[in-house]
Every structure is written in structure tokens, then in C-alpha cells.
């Protein structure tokens, strides 16, 4: 690369979970720099979150639509090249797309957008606009997880007969779960559903993703368990495949006790992986006439391939950072080729794993509330 | 005990995986002796079985109905307490009924009939005689499970809203599985389901144990993988249970590459369990405002009541045929208080629960052959 | 088998911990009945054990010599075949010499005696006699055990270089810890030794046993933590093996918290191994050049010779009973050999690894006393 | 913080391992800038890794002497303010000095030197100048080690009796062992143990951290397995400390399979720790009247001093960069106070830890060459 890739921000002002993540993985491989934001809607806490990142002032705006024609008035040397939107869903689609009209590219939080229907006008844009566009399913960005990939689309598991995602979190177990809570509780922000939008999504597309196979049927049942929260906190889906292969999404944000419990299991006809987000160096391998055998990452047995979204040796743990510094540091060279007008052939989720999330929560909602069983997945 | 209880058995001839079970958690307390049996249609195999047990020849039993009758007229110093059936289930009702028409106590494999209708009828006379029935739902006796079911019905978990079953197993993955698998995936022998009736039957059981909940609805979907298998191998069901609590049953025997996982999870409203039965002696206990806690067999925080249900130290590790054992010591202090006409209150799972399996299972089917989402469970 | 092995025992009365462990163990194929015993120096105590035992009165003793003596009266047909010795290590000597001069078998628990001179003694007795002697390392009956012995002495993991056994139990960590505790801290009964005799000779037998090594020096350093007791409850071992490999024993009774932590790894120059008691079903095996695999009991990898030693698939999970079962009917099944002169290879440990457990124990005692570091362990 | 803390590095050029490591934990938390480096001896490399961090090149040097001249040079505001030095061991001490003697702080890789002599005459300029001195002790620095100290230091634990670390990695069980492999088996560049200066020195310190008790003795038993190598490349040294607590350190670098395994147990008179580094966000708790628990990083359960070295929710991994990042970060807030003349109070390991470690190193080294058991360590 010439030179680092300048990223700005919209969210992420003090006291935001997610923010702090997004700047360290951007940090991490010291190929990106945060050089200016619009961190929150109260000025304080946005020139607060300014000065601990040592922006200038003259970097830290009101407000996006402030920050995207600042940004685009200054020298090519200077500006932006994309931009992180870290805010409440609700806002996802016209951030986007106003970044997408005065040409920066996009990284954006997951679920993409609020509705189904925002989601696919927004990919429309970035296609029409030739600008890249990332969304940040991190968990597809561990390396035992395109490990877990490259055995299933490879056939070391034969065809593939059923896939099982758990999502467990307590975070949500009790009425008063604090701020991060309010807004994805309350549909004003969220969109039409919580726990399914939260966790739902990362199950679904960590499913698709492994398996190379495409839910086509749901079956959901969801539940509130809090009272008087206006979303679901837990939710249950069957899945049928494209392939014909069956599934489950177990979704709960109510399971006291669980920390970010997320598992995957898929078995085929002549073995299967189980993966979980809490121990995600490790890629268990079964099969009826082998010992059980634990792939580690960068160990032997990881394909070489992978060694790319590796930094340290085995046995030296990587985490949930390094995850998400695999999806910046992809969309980063992926920008640099774009500017250089080179071939580059990224890893990262993008517009079209967007449409298929929303596509999902809106179907499950679907399901939730009809009474058949099956509720088909549209294309998309 | 004055003295030792007398067991017959039918089934458990050689190469019969279970009946060696039988007889092993029979023997491990010293509490029963096996004194006669009918182990094979094939008197060869049964002689064989006979001679492995140095059992006189005269207490070697061309078939049940000539064991019944034989031991019926023996000395009541010699003859047989009660019967382990031990066949295939299309058989266990007919074998179940005469022995209690001839006065002998039963233990019986589950599922416990072959329909539920014949579940109801062998309640029903289980009822009328006042004999003692017993039904092996093993994983039940586990002393961790036992503790799970105190936490649960304790209230120290709150309010139970979610309980998920995960029972996989490889063993059916490919078209030829061996012996013991023909007759369970043959709708003659087996019944109306293979997977749902093996296995699903034993998560269902758990369910209800550790809670005291019960299923009321059911959602299923039921798969056959391997091309040629007459009856399902794999099955997916929600559930609703009668407190308002969800749940999910995963159960599948084409689980390339699993041994014997069996699983369970609950999650109330301030405190979650799980426990594994490849790990049996190891209870976790979850919450959002603690420590995870391990609790173990036989160590500080489990609860004293249960140190009957133990036989070792912690750290000495008690497995399956503990807990089988569990069930058979159980059922012969049972047999005995009922010989001195003294008062028992019994563990083991019974007739009760023998009828509520046999209608999950054709619950399940039913729900799993109709487009509703939800089939009622009627209560039994 | 003509007919089952009859078993005396002398010790293992009630409370006593091992006793019922042998007893269960004995029971649980089958093959052995308990005829007899002398249970405990008290009487009463004896008589309840023998009831307990459904035992009739004639066949409970007052003490060894009194059974050995009228056992050796009855018939053939019924006298016991073998005596198992239950009792504090200090007897073990005088009960084996007189049960051998009866014409008895003996199986012992560990250590094997007092003292060296006196095993070296009871070992010479054994050869006159020429009847069958076994000594109770369970450890090593477990079949995950016996499939490292495989691994090492079949050269799969190259030269052995080190070996590294840790044994922590909490039991002794405060002063009174029940009366199990009080003989095996008192010299009187227990020997030279207290943690190195109760479990760091468990540790030796089985760093000996896997590799097929002999240790040939040991630097001890033994501590006494609990305040008036008179013997060691932690030791802490350097050793040298006739090969040149090196290791470690860490031996330590006064863990608070740990169960029964039993813990061996062995490094080769390809490859290592690590097996843990109170996972005894798994066998880890790990290369530089290959992925971690977990060798299972019953599963794929597991060497078919092993299969005589196990009872359930996988996944259903076998623990210590099962072990010292193993040791138990290896035991009965050479016996029957001996009394039909049929050739049978046992795979139980006999004299000699009792010879050199006592061995271990007088070496590790006299290196803890003197300032060199290296103190030779006699060939034995 | 003012403005950003400014680095130069010394070593670390491309291929090495810990460089990187070096620069990505400084970047993580966005407080610190690598400014300048003289990253290799051959300019070539320099170069291309100053390319990679996009540095100017006017701030690559050819060599340290260089840099510390030039950068010394510089205005205030634009000169480095410390430096880190990554290169093999003989060169630390010289390294070291001279960048104190221009003023520069120094973080250092360990072991501090490459004799104790060294050492302490580093630690005596270091205090002379009045510099900040950082030790890279990085295991130190995972919140959950720092929660073991808590609990051992707070006595919640009751009296320290044993301490127990294993330290085992395979990368050198073959003679050919890559690179990074040659200087560290090369007495002219490693010192005077290669085994014992790499992961004995890290056990040692953890040992004594975790606790607050200090080595004074020790027993060593070096191998060098590996034919040709002139270090050690295995080491088992059993330890006492100043309290009366006894320990061992089992050191391997040719334990074949094993990627990275550091453990260190701790038994205390009314508990026990477990720790694993590759685990690092559990710490096990044992005792003998309680359930084992299982604290967490951001748990319930741990401390909440603790927080300021966390970064994201329980369940989202932290690893390794994290508790290297622990320590910059750490270091850079000493340097801002030492700017700002304000206190602070600094966790990371110091020159203390330094001059202890190269004592470890020389005392384990004259014990494994005498014959007498114990070798004392002065206190240093």
C-alpha cells in the first residue's frame, strides 16, 4: 500500500461498546487511520471522544451530513476515504447513502439497514456507484471459521445434512439492562426485531457462510420474556436449505448467565465441525471412523490460504479484535486497489450478505406470525 | 434388605448392547441377582447367554411366556422378583402385560409400547394389579441431573423460559449401520418413529424431569437422510411447555462423527444450568452476577440427598452404568419395601412418564405430517 | 469360564472407602462372587459387612488367619480362590504370606507392603509358590492408559524425552480429615511415606507403565504442611529413566480444591500424549506436524486389542469402577487358567511392579534426607 | 494524555515474530506512534519495514547508535520518547544504556540481559537517571493473572503452600527449528541458558508476581535433547520460597505438539488457582468446600481495579496483543506523568524484575551443573 487508508466515523462517542472495537481493529494492523468523526448527536461527547483519539477539532463535526461535505471539500491528500457507521440501525440507510453520494466508501454495523426494503435500495446504490461497501459480520473473519468454510464448500464432510446455531447472551436477562439496551429493544431504532436482528443475523449468515448453502424456508417462534419490552428477546427458528440440508437457529438474550455464547455445528455424511465464538482458535472435527481431531489456528492442519488472517503462532491467542481487524484490513486493501484501479478479490461481507439479513429478519418476523409452519425466504 | 432381589430377563442375548447394561447395573450393588431369562428367539444364543451367566440350564427359558409360567410355579424362595424387557419395542407390551398377569414386577426399556394406545393400556393395568413398573430412562439418575432438577424446581433459577435438549449421535450416518440398528429403524420393530423414539424420547423425558414442566405443544420437523431407511433419523422440534417456558429438541442419529452427546441447557430468569452427558459429573451453573460454578458428583455445593445416588469420591469417575444402576438399585428397594408391605417413595421414572413418551412421539409425528405450526400435546 | 472365581477379603469394612470399590469392581462382570470375609478387626462391624453382603454368618470371619484356615477346610467346590487385602499397608505382608502359604491367590491393594525388604520377601514367596499374585494399580487398567502404553513403547512418538506426572488431591488439606486420613498419616500404619505412598507411587507405576521406562534416580523434596502430622503430604520429584529421559512427579495431598487431579504427559521426539484421570476416556495426542487429535474410548483410532477391556460404545461414559474391573476379571480369567494349566498372559500389575513401588517409595524417602541431588534407585 | 506517546524501535525488522507483536499491542489502544526504528542490521530490511509502517526516511536508521543520536537532535516535539528494544539478547544491555544516557526511556524484551552482572548495572543507571524502565513480561499483564494475584496477595487463599508451573512448547523438538530458532540456542547471542532464559525466566516471574513471595532456592536438571545444540532446551527445577512454600517449574521447548502451554496452579491453605495462557480469560478456583468456580475477564466476579486493563465484554476474547497492550499502554501513561511530573503508579514489570530474572537464570544454571540439592538465590 502508498500510504495508509483514512477512515472517518459516524457513532462510536463515549461509553458505545461497539465503537471502541471498530478503532482498535482499524488501529491493529497500522494500515488505517481514524481521521475524523461524527462520534455522537451531543457535541460534547463528540469533541470528547475527538480529543482522546488526538483528531484536530477540524475533524470532529455535528453531524455526518456536516462530516461527508467537509471531508469531500478537502485536498485528496487529506480526506476521508470511507466511512464506519457505528449508530443505531434506524440511521444505517441514510448515512449510507449520503456517504455513498459524495463517494466515500462504506463500512457499516450489521444488521445493514432498518428494513428489508432500505437494505436493497442501499445495495442498488453501491452497485450504481462502483463503491465498496462492507458490512461487519465479523465472526465470518475468524480464521477456524473460513477453516470450518473451506472444509464444507471443499466436500471433507460429503454433502451436508443439518446445521445448528446457537446464540446464547444474558446481557438482556433482566428489565434494567442498561444503555446499550434501550435502543436495540425499542423498534424506533432497531427495526423489527431485536434479538433476531442482534444474534439472529450472525447465526444466519455464519450458517450461510460456512455452508455455502442458502436458507430458502423458516419456521420461528419468538418470544418477550421482559415485560414490557416491544421486541423479542428470544427466538427459536427451523431452517430448510437450498440444498435440502435442515437447520436451527437458537437466538436468546434473556439466557442468564451466557457471556456471547455462539456455536455452530454442521454435520455431513461423513463428518462434521463444530465451532464457538468463545474458544475460536479451536475447530473440532468429528468423524465416525477418525479420532476426534482440534484444528488450531495457524497449526498444522489450517490451510495455508488462512495464514493471511494470522498474525500471531499458535498458542499465542488471538481474539474477538483480531476477528474484526481481518474485515478492516481486507476492506483496506480493497480500497487501495480500488484507488489504484488494481484487481483485488476481498473476503469481506458485503452488500449482498446485507440483503440476505434482512431478508432473514423479515421473514422470520413473517413466520413468527402466521400460523403455518414453513415461511419461505425470498430470493435476493 | 432381607435378601437379594431375583431378576429374569427377556432379551439381552449375545451381541445385544443393552442387555449387558442391564446386567451390569443390576450386579454393581450386590443388591440382585439375575436367576433366569429368555435372552433370544434362537435357543443356541440363549443357552450361550445362559452359560456366560452360570445359570443352570432348567432357568434358561425357550421364551417369556414358558418363563413366566415356569417361574410362576417355582418356590417363592427361588422364582423371579420381576423382569427386564430388554426387545425390541414392538414387543414390550405384550411381553410387560402377561408378566404383570403372573404377578412379576417390571423393568422395561424405553419407548415403553410400541403405540401410545398400548401405553395406556399397560398403564391401566399396571394400575389394576399394584405391581411396581419401571422404566429406563437412565440419563434421569444421574446425580448431577439430580441436581439440576433441584436447582430447577427449587426456584433458584427463577422462572424457567427456555430449556434446549441437543442429542446427536453418528452411528446411523451411513446406510449400514450394524445389527442394533436394523430393527430401530425398522417401522415394525421400532414403532412409529426411529430418531424421535431413541433418542428424542430421552431429551423429552429430561426436560420435563429437571423442570417439572410440561411439553404442551410441538412443532416438528422430522428428516430421513439415508435413501432406503423407512422411519426418520433426524428430527428438529419446538416446543411450548405448560408455564409458558420454549424449548428446542435437536435430535439427529446421522451426526457424522458424535458419539453419544446429549446435552441440556435451562435458562430461568436469574440463572441458567447446562449439563452434558459425556461429562455426567459436571454441573454448570450459570448466572449474570456470579462466577460460572462447576458443581461435581460427590463435592462441596452438591446437595446431600443425593449422596445415596453416589457410590464414589469426587474425582473417581461414575458413568453410565452408575446411573443405570441408579435405576435398578432404586427399583429393587422399591420391590423389596413392597415384599415387607412398608412404605417407599421411588426416583425412577415409571409408568407415568412411560405414556407421556410414547405421546410425544406421536405427537411429533403428527405435527411433523401437517403445515400447522403447532400440535397440541394432550395431557396423559 | 467353568464357573465363577469366588473372592474372600480380608479389610474393606463399613466406611472404608476401597473396600466397596473392590467389591463392585469384582461384581461387576460377572465372573466373581464375594464367599467370605473378615471385614474389619471389630466384630460387629464384620458381621454388618457380611450382611450387607447377603454373606451366611459361617463365611464371616473373626480375622485372617481364621479364614484362610477354614477356608482351606471346605470342600473344593466352595472354598474362596482368592483373598483380597483391603487393609492399612502395614498388614498387607503378614495376610499375603500367610493367604500364599494357604494356597491362595492374593490380590492387594497398594503400596504393596510395609516395607522394601518385606516386598522383596513377598515377591520371593509369590515365585515358590507359584500362585498368582496382582497388585492394584487401577490406573493402569483404564483403556486410555493401555492405549498410551501403545503409542509410547510402539515408537509412535519417537524417543521419549519427558515425562511429567501430576497427582493433587485437597482431601488432606486441613488437619482433620476424617478417618480414612488418620492411618495413612500415621507411620504405624501407612509405612515410610504418606503422600508418596498413597499416590506418588500411583504416579511412578504409571510413568513406568505407559513408557516402558525404568526410573533409575529421583531427587525428592517432601514437605509436611499440616501442622503434628508425621509424615509427608506433598512431595515434589526430579527423575531419570534408564533411557535418559527426564521428569517430574508432583505429588500432593494437601491440594485444596482438587478431586483427584491424576494427570501424566510424555514428550517424544515426534509427538506427545496426555491423559487425565478425571477425563479417562480421552487421550490427547499432539505433533508439530499435525492438528490435536482426542483418541476416544470405542471410537475410530483406538487400537482393537483394547476392545477386551472396555463394555459401552463411545460416548457412554466408563470411570474408575470400570478400571479396577478390568484389573478384577483380567485377575478371575487367570486364575481359571491356572486352575485348568491353560497359558493365559495377564495384563494386571504383580510382584515386581510392587517391588518397585516400595522401591520408589525408600529411594524418594532417602533422597528427601540427604543434601545430593541425585539418589540411584536399585534395580529391582 | 496530551498528546500521543512517540517510539522508536530497535529490532524487529521483517520475519521476526515479536516485532510485530511489539507494534500492534502499542497501536491497539491509539496512544502510542512508531516514529523511527532501526529495525535490522542489514539496511536493506530496515527499510522495507519502515516502508511497511509508513514511516519517513529520514527516521529509518542504520543502526541504534544512529537513532538515539538523530533522534536526540530532534525538536521536542517530534523526537521519540522511548524506545523498544526487540533485538537478541547480548545486545540489550548496550542498547539499553546508551538510549538511557540520550535520555530516552526504554522497554525492553526479556530476559533484561545477557548476564546478572549486566543487569545490575543497567538497573543502577536506570535509577540514576531517574528513566522509566519496562520489562516485557507480558503474561503479567492478562486481567485474570492479575486477578490470581488478587486473591493469593489478598489471602483469600489462606497460606501459599505449592506453586506449579509448566511452561511447553514444541517449536524446537527438531534440529532444524527455523530462524528464530538460531540465536536462541546460540550462546554468543541467547546467554547462558536458551530454555531457561526464554520460558523459565516467564514461569519465574509468574510464579513470584501471582504470589508475592520470592525464590530462594533452587534444584535444576537441564537437558539439551536435541543433538549439536549447545543450550539447554529442557529444564525441571524444583523451588522454595522465602515463606516456606515449595514449587516446581517444568520448562520444555521440545515438547513435541505443544504450541504454547503455560499453566501455573497455586495451592493455598483454604484454595487454589488455576490459570492457563491459553485460556487466558478463565481463572479456575478451587476449594475443598466449594463448587469450583470459573472467574471470568469482565465477569462477575472479577475485581473491578481490573477494568482499566479490559476492553470488551465478557465473551468477546481478549488474547494475547491485549495483555502486551496491558503493558504499553501501561508504560505510556507512566511516561505522560514522568512528562506532566505527576505520580503514577505503574503495574508493568520493572528493572527489579529484570535483575531477578537474570538471577534465576545464573542460580538455576550453577545448580544444574553441581551435585548438591539445593542452590541458593541471592536476593537481588
Redesign the interface.
Known amino acids: 500500500m502508498q500510504?495508509?487508508i483514512r477512515m472517518g466515523m459516524v457513532g462510536g462517542g463515549p461509553g458505545a461498546?461497539i465503537g471502541?472495537?471498530h478503532?482498535?481493529a482499524a488501529?491493529?494492523?497500522?494500515l488505517i487511520d481514524?481521521v475524523c468523526g461524527a462520534f455522537s448527536q451531543d457535541p460534547a461527547k463528540s469533541k470528547a471522544m475527538a480529543g482522546?483519539?488526538?483528531l484536530p477539532e477540524s475533524r470532529c463535526y455535528a453531524n455526518y451530513e456536516e462530516m461527508f461535505k467537509a471531508e469531500k471539500a478537502l485536498p485528496a491528500g487529506e480526506r476521508m476515504d470511507f466511512v464506519t457507521i457505528a449508530t443505531p440501525n434506524v440511521s444505517h440507510f441514510a448515512i449510507a447513502m449520503q456517504a455513498l453520494d459524495n463517494g466515500f466508501h462504506v463500512l457499516c454495523e450489521k444488521p445493514m439497514t432498518y428494513t428489508l426494503d432500505e437494505a436493497l435500495k442501499l445495495r442498488q446504490r453501491v452497485r450504481e456507484t462502483g463503491l465498496l461497501f462492507c458490512l461487519m459480520h465479523n465472526y465470518s473473519a475468524y480464521p477456524m471459521v473460513r477453516q470450518a468454510r473451506l472444509f464444507c464448500t471443499g466436500g471433507e464432510?460429503?454433502t451436508i445434512?443439518?446445521i445448528?446455531a446457537?446464540y446464547?447472551?444474558?446481557?438482556l436477562?433482566?428489565p434494567n439492562a442498561g444503555k446499550q439496551a434501550l435502543w436495540r429493544c425499542d423498534p424506533r431504532y432497531s427495526g423489527a426485531c431485536a434479538c433476531i436482528g442482534d444474534i439472529g443475523t450472525h447465526a444466519a449468515h455464519l450458517a450461510e457462510y460456512i455452508t455455502g448453502l442458502e436458507i430458502t424456508h423458516v419456521?420461528a417462534?419468538l418470544?418477550t420474556?421482559v415485560e414490557g419490552r416491544k421486541l423479542d428477546d428470544?427466538g427459536?427458528v427451523?431452517l430448510?436449505f437450498n440444498s435440502g440440508a435442515?437447520?436451527?437457529i437458537?437466538a436468546?438474550e434473556?439466557?442468564?448467565?451466557?457471556?456471547?455464547?455462539f456455536k455452530i455445528?454442521v454435520?455431513?455424511?461423513?463428518?462434521?465441525i463444530e465451532w464457538s465464538?468463545?474458544?475460536?482458535e479451536n475447530l473440532i472435527?468429528?468423524?465416525?471412523?477418525?479420532?476426534?481431531?482440534?484444528?488450531?489456528r495457524s497449526?498444522?492442519?489450517m490451510d495455508p490460504s488462512l495464514n493471511v488472517w494470522c498474525?500471531?503462532?499458535?498458542?499465542?491467542?488471538?481474539?474477538?479484535?483480531?476477528g474484526f481487524a481481518n474485515i478492516y484490513t481486507d476492506f483496506a486493501r480493497a480500497i487501495d486497489a480500488h484507488r489504484a484501479g488494481k484487481d483485488y478479490t476481498p473476503s469481506y461481507p458485503n452488500e449482498d450478505d446485507g440483503v440476505r439479513g434482512m431478508a432473514f429478519i423479515e421473514t422470520v418476523l413473517k413466520s413468527h406470525q402466521?400460523?403455518?409452519?414453513?415461511t419461505p425466504m425470498a430470493p435476493c
Open positions: 500510504r495508509k461498546f471502541g472495537v478503532r482498535a488501529r491493529l494492523d497500522g481514524v482522546e483519539l488526538f464432510l460429503g445434512r443439518k445448528v446457537q446464547d447472551l444474558g446481557w436477562a433482566a419456521c417462534d418470544a420474556f428470544d427459536s427451523l430448510r435442515r437447520g436451527i437458537e436468546c434473556v439466557a442468564s448467565g451466557e457471556e456471547n455464547q455445528r454435520y455431513g455424511e461423513t463428518g462434521s465464538q468463545m474458544e475460536p472435527r468429528r468423524a465416525n471412523d477418525e479420532p476426534m481431531r482440534i484444528y488450531r497449526w498444522a492442519g498474525r500471531l503462532p499458535a498458542g499465542h491467542p488471538e481474539g474477538f479484535i483480531e402466521n400460523d403455518q409452519k414453513w
